[in-house]
Structure formats: C-alpha cells, structure tokens
C-alpha cells in the first residue's frame, strides 16, 4: 500500500502562485508515476498534470500548459505541482495520484491511478 499525503493548498488572489507538496511512502518513490488531479465542485475529477516515474517527461491538461509544472525529488520520496498566474477557474480539491504510467493517467484519467492522497483545496480569488 501506498500513502500519499497532499500540502501546500489555501487561498490565492488571481495571478499568485501555489506549489502544492506529495509525501509518498510505503512503497518505493522511484517505482511509481506521480500526477495531479482536480475536482471542482459540480464537476467531474480531471487530469492536472504528471511526471513520469524518473523524471523528466511530463504531460500536462491543456488548461494549465505553460503556467505549471510538475517534478518529483526521489530523495525526498516527494512530488510538487508549482502553479502560476493562478485563475479562479483553478479553484478546486487537488489530489496527488500516483500509478504505474504517466500516460495511461493522461489518456485515462482517474481510472490510471493505483493511489489517491485525501486532496488539498486551492482557492484562487478575484
């Protein structure tokens, strides 16, 4: 098993920034892919954004391309998503996921993730 512990959330004015934090254990950092989802309420939860399981190559929804970005230290058993420019669109419970591909969390969203943290809210003012 795997336990996954989210920090980092709270409220942000438009335009600040946020690096929210993911502290694995219970199973080797390095063996799994990361990622990030959001759910907003009355909407479904969706893909943010992840990092493959060494590093390096991510994906990212198209919504946040550009102003995020997702990366893992191993070391630390530890992955952060450090969000930009924040919209009040943003606004939502962000959960850490991690899973065996980076792609298969991409392409099929919350069905590719083996384990979820309890999320984080972020809330992004006007």
């Known amino acids: 098993q795997v336990q996954l512990v989210e920090s980092g959330g709270g409220t942000v004015q438009a335009g600040g920034s946020l690096r929210l934090s993911c502290s694995a254990s219970?199973?080797?950092?390095?063996?799994?892919?990361m990622g990030w989802f959001r759910q907003a309420p009355g909407k479904e939860r969706e893909f943010v954004a992840a990092?493959?399981?060494?590093?390096?190559?991510?994906y990212y929804i198209d919504s946040v391309k550009g102003r995020s970005t997702v990366s893992r230290d191993n070391a630390k058993n530890t992955a952060y998503l450090q969000m930009n420019s924040l919209k009040p669109e943003d606004t939502a419970v962000y959960y850490c996921?991690?899973?065996?591909?980076?792609?298969?969390?991409?392409?099929?969203?919350?069905?590719?993730?083996?384990?979820w943290g309890k999320g984080t809210l972020v809330t992004v003012s006007s």
């Open positions: 996921a991690a899973g065996p591909s980076a792609l298969s969390m991409y392409t099929v969203g919350p069905g590719g993730v083996e384990y």
């Open positions: 219970g199973r080797t950092f390095s063996s799994s892919a």
């Open positions: 990092i493959i399981k060494t590093g390096g190559r991510t």
